[in-house]
């Protein structure tokens, strides 16, 4: 008679499967959220690194962008 009380590998190989599939099931539900706070952590470290990034181009008017010749792409 075959002793049946240890897991074999195919038992293991589905365990695997299903805790692959929890997980990815979850990043795909939470990514967005992921991604923003990547984006957001990215913008601060680069900042941080290279300084604030020129205005010029963002499609605001500000009062900085408004004088001399700062740059007028924005304010027309």
Known sequence: MKNTSGQT????LLLL???????????NSNMGGMQE???IYFER??????GKP???GDGLCT??????????LDCG
Do not use: W
């Not at 590998?9 to 293991?12: G, W």
């Not at 009062?63 to 007028?72: H, L, N, Q, R």
């Open 17 to 27: 499967a299903a805790v692959v599939a929890v997980t990815l099931i979850a990043l």
């Open 45 to 50: 470290t680069s900042e941080g690194l290279l």
């Open 63 to 72: 009062e900085f962008e408004k004088t001399a010749d700062k740059c007028m």
């Open 37 to 39: 706070a990547g984006n």
């Open 9 to 12: 590998a195919i038992e293991y």
């Open 54 to 56: 020129s205005p010029c």
